[in-house]
């Protein structure tokens, strides 16, 4: 209020604000059209769940059905037969990596299971780099180590990195090999390969 019929200056933060255009209110995570990852799960050969993260919100009973089923239809098919799968609106991706399957569940039509698998084994090579040659037990002890690992790499159900030991906020181990090429040699694989550098 004026004092004495005077008006005061407005101070630096009013005289900014006043600057701004104002944008109507928008939801804190907007989602983006098109396919995002549902969840990712990391199972034995046994069918135990290691690790389990859920981009969306399902309750405890949802969860444990979608679970045991995905896992059940993953275990239960051979070599032979491709690594993707529709299941109840999803589209299943796994890949196998020693005693592990890596399994991640997205919704939309239009994703591409190839890179889902190219980002199944970027996370791969990202634990491996930051475990030292990652086992089943690195990820039961270090639980919350690896969803750190997988939060860096996926937001919303969106993959915002794909580079082995890019975007470590902790400082993570990545190294590179002599070519600059980020380069995956201790994880075994039934379809493993030695790189070319």
């Not at 928008?26 to 046994?46: E, Y």
């Not at 634990?127 to 860096?152: P, S």
Request: net charge positive; with cysteine.
């Amino acid at each position: 209020a004026p004092v004495g019929g005077r008006r005061h200056p407005p101070s630096r933060q009013e005289a900014g604000r006043a600057l701004l255009p104002q944008r109507p209110a928008s939801p804190p995570f907007p989602h983006p059209p098109g396919a995002m990852i549902r969840f990712v799960l990391m199972v034995n050969k046994q069918g135990q769940t290691r690790l389990a993260q859920y981009m969306n919100m399902h309750n405890i009973d949802e969860r444990c059905a979608l679970e045991a089923e995905v896992i059940r239809k993953c275990l239960g098919r051979n070599e032979t037969q491709c690594s993707f799968f529709e299941f109840r609106g999803y589209k299943v991706v796994y890949r196998r990596y020693a005693s592990l399957f890596f399994i991640v569940g997205v919704e939309g039509d239009d994703e591409n299971e190839l890179a889902i698998l190219e980002f199944i084994h970027a996370l791969v090579e990202t634990l491996d780099r930051y475990f030292e040659n990652v086992c089943e037990l690195d990820i039961m002890f270090n639980l919350e180590k690896a969803h750190f690992v997988l939060d860096e790499m996926v937001m919303n159900g969106c993959i915002i990195e794909v580079l082995a030991g890019r975007g470590w906020g902790w400082g993570g181990r990545a190294s590179r090999c002599v070519c600059g090429r980020v380069c995956c040699r201790r994880i075994r694989t039934t379809s493993w390969r030695p790189s070319t550098c």
